[in-house]
């Protein structure tokens, strides 16, 4: 099946700085994408989703741009802070009736330094 | 982790011995998910249920089963453990039809000798 991608699997910012993390996916029939944390030893803890009928959705500090052009998500944070070094993941669902199976990206390692 | 209880969370075995993993969740949700987790793989879709008795195969099925006899309990079974199936195991539900959210239990840490 089609996969979703990142384009850097490391991501080192300072304390203070916006990352911005970024997927590329390719199956054009997902309509629904959802952006994941991982801390060490814990599972995957939901941040923020966007469905295909829209272009950005804000969270608290962060905010995912969805690219259906190019086929290009990304999550931005602002004001980086220590707590949020961890593994993120982008995902997609296969869009129609796809039962909630999501396809997970390999993820991106981000180290905030102080 | 939406109430959602894996167990166990750590376990080794021998390879050729079956092995099964639990989840359970206590919010009654109809859909369940088993992934697992390996280095440069992400997270990859073994099994899935929607509803009591109803299971179907994710991406990377060989070698496991399923079953779902009450809609609380969701188990995963190795049938005959082999070293490729070293990986953390992760149970997830979904919130609910409306909702594509998927909530993720802790874990299960599965080492095969």
């Known amino acids: 099946g089609e996969s979703v991608g990142l384009h850097l699997p490391t991501l080192s910012v300072q304390e203070g700085d916006n990352s911005i993390i970024n997927c590329a996916y390719s199956?054009?029939?997902?309509?629904?994408f959802i952006w994941y944390k991982q801390e060490s030893g814990k599972g995957p803890q939901f941040i923020i989703d966007i469905r295909s009928n829209m272009d950005k959705r804000q969270g608290q500090r962060v905010t995912v741009l969805l690219n259906k052009t190019v086929k290009h998500l990304s999550l931005q944070i602002a004001a980086t802070q220590p707590g949020d070094s961890a593994v993120y993941f982008c995902a997609e669902n296969a869009g129609g009736t796809s039962y909630g199976k999501l396809t997970f990206g390999q993820g991106t390692i981000l180290t905030v330094h102080p | 982790d939406a109430g959602i209880t894996q167990s166990p969370r750590h376990k080794v075995t021998e390879t050729g011995t079956p092995v099964t993993l639990r989840c359970h969740q206590t919010e009654n949700h109809r859909y369940m998910y088993w992934y697992r987790q390996d280095p440069g793989h992400g997270l990859r879709l073994i099994h899935y249920?929607?509803?009591?008795?109803?299971?179907d195969k994710g991406e990377v099925s060989d070698g496991y089963s399923v079953s779902r006899s009450k809609t609380e309990d969701f188990l995963l079974t190795l049938e005959s453990a082999t070293s490729s199936q070293t990986s953390v195991y992760f149970c997830?539900?979904?919130?609910?039809?409306?909702?594509?959210?998927?909530?993720f239990g802790s874990g299960t840490q599965l080492s095969v000798l």
């Open positions: 997830a539900i979904r919130g609910d039809s409306n909702n594509e959210k998927l909530f």
């Open positions: 249920s929607y509803g009591v008795k109803d299971t």
């Open positions: 199956n054009s029939a997902s309509d629904y």
